[in-house]
């Protein structure tokens, strides 16, 4: 009996006088289900110049716009460069990008990220020059400067060069001080929107519920799978301590089936709800075999006007194993029979997947199939 054969068997073996798991969903915080409507981020972004490289920044023949930010730096410090011809190789064009975080004051801190342009190596041990961080509406709301930390190395010989991570971006922790502030009125507001991160009906209602539950009166009502408003008017509390009370309230969200594959790592994942119905499997195996030998035939010997020739020989071969069967997995499979059949029978990644991919076609694996 071939191995596929065998892993058929055993599972359906295995798998049909298993019942349905019970498990039950972990709880969770509101805080961590929802985002505040209005409470976000803003995303910054600038053009700045780091210095104190070993040798490793731009090369200003193939990055002109380093030369043209360093002449310009230089003048607006009181050096005219004009006609001069300058090739330091210590200097790298990078964009510095940052995210201003909800209620963010002038003066305090915040991390950026810094990634090469140009053709520069490394950026280890760089400092970023002075670099305002503009926002979608053009106005600067953040200033950068400090020493960067790279995510990598790099050595190089003569004749081979080594790469470690990637040394030609990193970070700035607290390199950036806040500048102007977003204008957000939060205490005035007199309804505020949760959005969940997840939509989903049962989830939002189950959040309404718990709100309205834990405060002992009706403010929370779901608009849809992913909007629960509240009337903070109702709620008599001033709108900031409204949500320091919610956020920590206990709350068992739901989801959609689903079972997620990635055939390049041959990873997968089985959410809890996946369910199987009655189908029958038969899976073969196909052994495709293609040898090349190619043969050089010479002329004989004191020939005139022979020539070597190669006379190309492939054999080819497809082979199938034989005696693989219809098995039968019966609908009563949970989730955790499943995996557990799996995994003691051996079988690899990419035979899962391509099992799970069938039964879906046949319409017996009730959960979205997400390929990436």
């Given at each position: 009996?071939?191995?596929?054969?065998?892993?058929?068997?055993?599972?359906?073996?295995?798998?049909?006088?298993?019942?349905?798991?019970?498990?039950?969903?972990?709880?969770?915080?509101?805080?961590?289900?929802?985002?505040?409507?209005?409470?976000?981020?803003?995303?910054?972004?600038?053009?700045?110049?780091?210095?104190?490289?070993?040798?490793?920044?731009?090369?200003?023949?193939?990055?002109?716009?380093?030369?043209?930010?360093?002449?310009?730096?230089?003048?607006?410090?009181?050096?005219?460069?004009?006609?001069?011809?300058?090739?330091?190789?210590?200097?790298?064009?990078?964009?510095?990008?940052?995210?201003?975080?909800?209620?963010?004051?002038?003066?305090?801190?915040?991390?950026?990220?810094?990634s090469a342009i140009g053709d520069a190596k490394s950026l280890l041990g760089g400092t970023l020059i002075m670099t305002p961080l503009n926002a979608a509406?053009?106005?600067?709301?953040?200033?950068?400067?400090?020493?960067?930390?790279?995510?990598?190395?790099v050595a190089q010989g003569a004749a081979a060069s080594v790469t470690q991570g990637v040394p030609t971006a990193g970070t700035i922790p607290g390199g950036a001080r806040v500048e102007r502030e977003i204008p957000?009125?939060?205490?005035?507001?007199?309804?505020?929107?949760?959005?969940?991160?997840?939509?989903?009906?049962?989830?939002?209602?189950?959040?309404?519920?718990?709100?309205?539950?834990?405060?002992?009166?009706?403010?929370?009502?779901?608009?849809?799978?992913?909007?629960?408003?509240?009337?903070?008017?109702?709620?008599?509390?001033?709108?900031?301590?409204?949500?320091?009370?919610?956020?920590?309230?206990?709350?068992?969200?739901?989801?959609?089936?689903?079972?997620?594959?990635?055939?390049?790592?041959?990873?997968?994942?089985?959410?809890?709800?996946?369910?199987?119905?009655?189908?029958?499997?038969?899976?073969?195996?196909?052994?495709?075999?293609?040898?090349?030998?190619?043969?050089?035939?010479?002329?004989?010997?004191?020939?005139?006007?022979?020539?070597?020739?190669?006379?190309?020989?492939?054999?080819?071969?497809?082979?199938?194993?034989?005696?693989?069967?219809?098995?039968?997995?019966?609908?009563?499979?949970?989730?955790?029979?499943?995996?557990?059949?799996?995994?003691?029978?051996?079988?690899?990644?990419?035979?899962?997947?391509?099992?799970?991919?069938?039964?879906?076609?046949?319409?017996?694996?009730?959960?979205?199939?997400?390929?990436?």
């Open positions: 009996m071939t191995r596929t054969a065998r892993f058929l068997l055993a599972l359906c073996a295995l798998l049909t006088a298993a019942f349905p798991g019970t498990g039950q969903a972990a709880s969770a915080r509101i805080k961590d289900l929802v985002e505040v409507d209005g409470v976000r981020g803003n995303d910054l972004v600038g053009y700045g110049l780091i210095v104190g490289l070993n040798g490793t920044g731009d090369g200003l023949r193939n990055a002109p716009f380093t030369e043209e930010a360093l002449a310009n730096l230089l003048e607006r410090l009181g050096i005219n460069v004009s006609g001069e011809q300058f090739r330091p190789k210590n200097v790298a064009a990078v964009l510095v990008t940052a995210t201003l975080p909800p209620f963010a004051r002038a003066g305090s801190r915040i991390d950026v990220i810094v509406d053009g106005q600067i709301y953040a200033v950068a400067q400090g020493g960067i930390l790279a995510g990598g190395v957000f009125n939060f205490a005035t507001m007199e309804n505020l929107r949760l959005a969940l991160r997840d939509p989903d009906f049962t989830t939002a209602s189950r959040i309404a519920t718990a709100i309205n539950t834990g405060l002992g009166r009706n403010i929370a009502r779901m608009q849809d799978s992913g909007t629960v408003q509240l009337d903070l008017a109702a709620s008599g509390v001033p709108p900031a301590q409204l949500i320091a009370r919610l956020e920590n309230i206990e709350v068992t969200p739901d989801q959609r089936a689903r079972v997620v594959v990635d055939q390049r790592s041959g990873t997968i994942v089985l959410g809890n709800d996946v369910r199987v119905s009655r189908v029958a499997i038969a899976q073969g195996n196909l052994t495709l075999r293609i040898s090349e030998t190619p043969l050089v035939v010479q002329p004989n010997p004191f020939t005139r006007g022979g020539d070597t020739v190669v006379v190309p020989r492939t054999d080819a071969e497809i082979q199938a194993d034989a005696g693989t069967q219809l098995a039968v997995v019966d609908d009563t499979v949970s989730l955790s029979q499943l995996v557990q059949g799996l995994n003691a029978l051996g079988i690899s990644p990419r035979d899962m997947i391509d099992i799970l991919k069938a039964i879906k076609v046949a319409g017996a694996l009730h959960a979205d199939f997400v390929v990436q």
